[in-house]
């Protein structure tokens, strides 16, 4: 079946900074789009930012461009999130999420997230 599992979470000083891995197995990753959200305390679910199939064209929310940057290897079945410039307010669970581009581009799975949180 679809899996995703994310790491690289951890805690880290204002400042910092953080990698992501989301890694893919049970369907044909290099054939779909793949996001970054994530959910913060007391917050609900944000979009960070999305990745084409092939990884030539991303976008993100305006709170994280700048500082976030997605990309993927396909011959690895991985996705990354490269975190810059950590804030307090990024501390959060992240989710990486498959894209169904026959729904709308709906998150069909989601991997079980994996936590930074950014403290001095």
């Known amino acids: 079946q679809v899996q995703l599992v994310e790491s690289g979470g951890g805690l880290v000083q204002p400042g910092g900074s953080l990698r992501f891995s989301c890694s893919a197995s049970g369907f044909s990753f290099s054939t779909y789009y793949m996001s970054w959200v994530c959910r913060a305390p007391g917050k609900g679910l944000e979009w960070i930012g999305d990745i084409d199939s092939g990884g030539g064209s991303t976008n993100y929310a305006d709170s994280k461009k700048g500082r976030f940057a997605i990309s993927r290897d396909n011959a690895k079945n991985t996705l990354y999130l490269q975190m810059n410039s950590l804030k307090s307010e990024d501390t959060a669970l992240y989710y990486c999420?498959?894209?169904?581009?026959?729904?709308?581009?709906?998150?069909?799975?989601w991997g079980q997230g994996t936590q930074v949180t950014v403290s001095s």
């Open positions: 999420a498959r894209r169904d581009a026959n729904y709308n581009y709906a998150m069909d799975s």
